[in-house]
């Protein structure tokens, strides 16, 4: 199978009034996004959403500008196109961390299409079904966290991850409290400030959610800030996650790895170099007996990869879903596959679902290639 082209769509998607609101918190234009298509010689393709970054329109022109390097190649050729990408990323490409998962996606799925088999078992399955966990936005007070948590945990899902809102260390550690107090000491809870901490309040933080019986304490400083990490994961007994930001997987996490800079490593689908991307980062960490939990992609289409990757690795625990659910449930025809919390994989090929097309099309404001 020959690639014969890439086609890359622009899209902002309709908001709600309450997804609107939340979007200068979440840290962007979440509901921009991209569509890539694979074609190739023989009449076959395949799309998948990426994100958009700061703009849906200059995202797409960047991704476009990749058709070139696809252009005759074997969909086979995984290894040898991402070797060539990473050589023109340093030749002055300098792309954005989240130009390459879409594509790499396409070429794995026109692969697992074409072999008649959903793409994690394709890849090689570790297991069929994995339990979920709801993460929230930012909100506002005790009592958002609580009612989301405690319908969360209704509705059966496997935990709740906090965004917290980050007023001081004391306020947020009230909030986690009002939480745990209200799901009970069993349900699982994990915390993501997404912080600039300083290490003493980074401590004192992990050490109120240790009392508290968190799971995880993740990103408490940027990923990059290695010495800090380093000493906080030392010093803590709560495990530290990190890494979903770091580009330049897996090179970059050599050394986080192998020196114990966090306990888990975190990588998605479509920031840290797709299907191929995540498998590397993956595999890297469990060669160190150490998780990779996988990091939400936020557009259901890339979740439902995420989801494969889930079933295809053996070092991740559950699968992320942001929430409120409702609010990024788009892109696919019949939605995540998700029943009580569990995830269970579609048995079909390829993807195992069908794009929405008619959002697509509804949402497109420019095609390229
Ligand atoms: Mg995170």
């Given amino acids: 199978m020959i690639v014969s082209g890439l086609e890359v769509r622009a899209c ?15 840290g962007g234009a979440r509901h921009d996004f991209l569509v890539y298509t694979i074609r190739t010689e023989c009449g076959r393709s395949a799309s998948m959403f990426g994100f958009a970054g700061a703009s849906a329109r200059g995202s797409a022109h960047i991704a476009a500008s990749l058709a070139p390097l696809l252009k005759g190649r074997s969909v086979h050729d995984r290894e040898a ?13 300098h792309f954005p961390v989240y130009v390459w998962g879409p594509i790499d996606t396409c070429l ?9 088999l959903p793409l994690y078992r394709y890849i090689g399955a570790a297991r069929h079904a994995i339990p979920t966990y709801v993460s929230s936005m930012f909100l506002e007070t005790a009592d958002d966290y609580v009612a ?4 969360v945990r209704k509705q059966g899902f496997a935990a709740y991850k906090l965004h ?8 947020d550690l009230e909030i986690h409290a009002a939480v745990r107090k209200a799901v009970g000491d069993d349900f699982p809870l ?8 300083t290490l003493p309040d980074a401590l004192r933080y992990g050490r109120g959610l240790e009392r508290l019986g968190f799971k ?9 800030n290695i010495p800090a990490l380093t000493e906080l994961t030392r010093q803590l007994d709560i495990p530290v996650v990190g890494t ?5 997987h897996p090179y970059s996490l050599a050394d986080i790895v192998a020196r114990n800079v966090v306990d888990v490593i975190r990588a998605d689908v479509s920031w840290t170099g797709g299907v191929t991307g995540v498998l590397k980062s993956a595999h890297l960490a469990e060669a160190f007996a150490m998780n990779c939990e996988i990091h939400t992609a936020i557009f259901h289409p890339l979740e439902l990869v995420n989801l494969h990757l889930c079933a295809a690795i053996g070092n991740c625990t559950w699968f992320e879903l942001l929430g409120p659910v409702e609010d990024f449930d788009f892109g696919l025809k019949g939605g995540l596959p998700i029943e009580n919390g569990v995830a269970t994989l579609p048995d079909t090929p390829g993807l195992g679902r069908e794009l929405d097309w008619d959002l697509v099309d509804n949402s497109t404001l420019e095609v390229m290639g």
Wanted: net charge negative; charged share 30%; proline share 6%.
């Fill in 12 to 26: 902002s998607a309709s908001r709600s009034a309450e997804a609107e609101a939340l979007r200068g918190q979440a």
């Fill in 81 to 93: 196109l991402w070797r060539d990408f990473r050589q023109r990323d340093r030749m002055w490409g």
């Fill in 108 to 116: 794995w799925l026109l692969a697992a299409d074409a072999a008649g």
């Fill in 148 to 151: 989301e948590a405690e319908a």
């Fill in 164 to 171: 917290p809102p980050g007023r001081s260390v004391e306020a």
């Fill in 190 to 197: 994990m915390s993501d400030p997404v912080a600039f901490m």
């Fill in 216 to 224: 995880w304490f993740e990103e408490p400083m940027a990923d990059e």
């Fill in 244 to 248: 979903e930001t770091i580009a330049k």
